[in-house]
């Protein structure tokens, strides 16, 4: 049984940085991508950043010029680096891991909240 161990989160004033990490317990034959993604009480979860195993990356567009996604070249940690945060990026992060054939990994969340 793979376990993504996520940590990082916690308590930032506005225009603070968070960075947040993601390891697999073992490795993670065939990697197809390691994502992050974020969910508040009213909304339902939604997309922050992605990386390809080939190194390709997106960002939603609240998070393009903000936040930065990473990994290392094994590919089983990996890291949202978050800068300029506003309260509108308090919500449960999770990291996601999804494997070429299709099998799918989620880390427990970790709580950012951004408050004055």
């Known amino acids: 049984q793979v376990q993504l161990v996520e940590s990082g989160g916690g308590l930032v004033q506005p225009g603070g940085s968070l960075r947040l990490s993601c390891t697999a317990s073992?490795?993670?034959?065939?990697?197809?991508?390691m994502g992050w993604y974020r969910q508040t009480p009213g909304n339902g979860r939604e997309l922050v950043a992605t990386?390809?195993?080939?190194?390709?990356?997106k960002y939603a567009d609240f998070a393009e010029g903000r936040f930065t996604i990473s990994r290392d070249s094994a590919g089983m940690t990996g890291a949202l680096q978050m800068n300029n945060l506003t309260p509108e990026d308090t919500a449960v992060y999770y990291c996601?891991?999804?494997?070429?054939?299709?099998?799918?990994?989620w880390g427990q969340g970790t709580q950012v909240t951004v408050s004055a």
């Open positions: 990386e390809s195993g080939g190194g390709q990356i």
């Open positions: 996601h891991i999804r494997t070429i054939i299709g099998v799918q990994y």
């Open positions: 073992q490795y993670i034959y065939s990697i197809n991508y």
